[in-house]
């Protein structure tokens, strides 16, 4: 089933429902135990997850699959998405991100595109180091995979105070951006770097992919896990040009995948993916990453939800409006509300640093303070806390009470 024209509230719902958000999370439907089938179901419908290095609430790839199906066991996710020789890898997709190995041949256009920059600059690490590479890629063929602080060598020196990265590290990230080297894992979450063909099958290896074809795949993936999205939209999903996104779109028209579409609001239409549903209500209870597809690109979030988004982390605090670690609420199919989370391990309490009401739209604080309180419980946290801080705090306050998880 397609249509020409949607309004903005069937956008909002049909853009959550490719989500998978358009359901109740494994708690709400019975299912006690998440195991590897729907673990691996999230995955693979999102099509890749954003990797963070912040952690003051929780790793960026796991508050998605939490989102999606509530309780799960955060070490078993990791055990599949970092399997040396698993399922998924790493590449810069939307940001560094994990992918199933399937995707990682139509990434090759783009590893093409880093060669041939560091190959026509010679100012760039690869061409000013390319002893220094021959020699990592050496190191890893006659060690296998290794993790950066694992790689001895003269140039392994601390360089800055900021990312302290050394020259090996530059060396391996440079040289993992140009496919020559691969994510096998992370250890402690650092990253593992290994040849190809140490952890991608042969047969993968052997697949070629050409340019125009990889973009039309991973655009009908973009589409297909949007619902119904703009141009530009589709584009962000995997950080592509636009000139490389029109023709691509276009044949994917002709080819039936995606059809054009009208919506109130957008200046410039859209296209719905021939699987889009068009639910006519949402139940969705989430806390959103800052990371998560649905509000990753922030125009989308702002055209779909109302929702101007901002992450602040690298705000200085007297500058910040909302807070460092801001999620956004999703309670049915509008976003109502955003809180500021940390997580005191030490204390063992989630603590809401700050909450604010989306608008005049109306926000039932008692779902939200049972969502904390399973977001609590999922991190083995016996209380969640409200500070005084925002026009939500007092109500969610009383909606929390004493805080016990248990």
Do not use: C
Not at 267 to 278: K, N, S
Not at 339 to 364: F, G, H, I, N
């Amino acid at each position: 089933m397609t249509r020409d024209a949607l309004s903005p509230a069937q956008a909002r719902r049909t853009a959550l429902a490719a989500q998978g958000l358009g359901r109740p999370v494994a708690e709400a439907a019975g299912l006690r135990v998440v195991g590897a089938r729907q673990l691996h179901g999230v995955v693979d419908r999102l099509g890749l997850l954003q990797i963070d290095s912040v952690n003051v609430f929780e790793r960026s790839h796991h508050l998605p699959v939490f989102a999606r199906l509530g309780h799960y066991d955060r070490d078993r996710l990791d055990e599949l998405l970092f399997a040396p020789r698993g399922r998924y890898v790493e590449y810069w997709a939307h940001e560094a991100a994990l992918l199933p190995v399937e995707t990682w041949p139509l990434m090759r256009w783009r590893m093409d595109d880093h060669r041939a920059r560091a190959e026509g600059d010679p100012g760039s690490w690869l061409s000013a180091n390319a002893r220094t590479a021959a020699w990592l890629l050496d190191e890893l063929r006659g060690e296998g995979p290794l993790p950066a602080s694992l790689v001895e060598h003269d140039a392994n020196r601390r360089t800055g105070p900021w990312w302290g990265w050394s020259d090996v590290k530059r060396g391996l990230e440079a040289l993992f951006r140009v496919g020559a080297l691969v994510s096998a894992g992370r250890r402690r979450f650092e990253r593992v770097y290994a040849l190809p063909e140490q952890v991608l099958p042969a047969d993968l290896l052997a697949v070629e992919v050409g340019r125009e074809e990889a973009h039309r795949e991973l655009l009908a993936h973009a589409a297909r896990a949007s619902g119904v999205a703009t141009t530009a939209d589709l584009a962000d999903h995997w950080r592509m040009k636009t000139a490389d996104v029109v023709p691509a779109l276009h044949d994917l028209a002709d080819q039936g995948v995606v059809t054009p579409v009208t919506v109130p609001g957008w200046p410039r239409g859209g296209w719905l993916h021939r699987e889009a549903t068009f639910p006519r209500g949402i139940t969705a209870d989430a806390l959103l990453s800052p990371f998560d597809p649905v509000v990753w690109t922030r125009p989308r979030a702002e055209r779909l939800f109302g929702f101007r988004y901002r992450i602040e982390i690298y705000t200085p605090q007297e500058k910040r409006v909302h807070g460092y670690y801001v999620l956004p609420v999703l309670q049915g199919d509008q976003l109502v509300a955003r809180v500021d989370l940390k997580s005191d391990r030490q204390a063992r309490v989630l603590r809401v640093q700050a909450s604010w009401r989306e608008r005049d739209l109306p926000v039932d604080v008692d779902r939200l303070a049972a969502l904390l309180s399973r977001a609590a419980r999922w991190q083995g946290l016996e209380r969640v806390e409200v500070v005084d801080r925002g026009d939500l705090a007092a109500a969610l306050r009383g909606a929390v009470g004493a805080g016990d998880v248990s």
